[in-house]
Nanobody, 126 residues
């Protein structure tokens, strides 16, 4: 069974930083095989929203306007891992963060992603 496992969440003060990791587990699953990897988030009482996405080679990245300049998505295909470096965190960034993988072209639409992790909680205090 293919799984994406997120880690690195936690509680941080506003202005702080966190790095989330998304590792692939399961037989023969290779993140490099995914055309796109992405991070989404869902805050309490809100719909899931796009955060950032990265292409297969890492040559293309896309960000939600709300995180542009503060978050950086990257991938290490040799380690089968995708990262989300988050800086200058704000209380509005509080959410469960999900990693997702897609065999389709890079997109900000969650419906185009076939593989999902269970999520990791990020809480930012003011």
């Amino acid at each position: 069974q293919v799984q994406l496992v997120e880690s690195g969440g936690g509680l941080v003060q506003a202005g702080g930083s966190l790095r989330l990791s998304c590792a692939a587990s399961g037989r023969t699953f290779n993140i490099y095989a995914m055309n796109a990897m992405a991070w989404f988030r869902q805050a309490p009482g809100k719909e899931r929203e796009f955060v950032a996405a990265i292409s297969r080679t890492g040559g293309s990245t896309y960000y939600a306007d709300s995180v542009k300049g503060r978050f950086t998505i990257s991938r290490d295909n040799a380690k089968n891992t995708v990262y989300l470096q988050m800086s200058s965190l704000k209380p509005d960034d509080t959410a469960v963060y999900y990693c997702a993988g897609s065999g389709r072209e890079i997109s900000a639409l969650d419906t185009t992603f076939q593989f999902w992790g269970q999520g990791t909680q990020v809480s930012v205090s003011s």
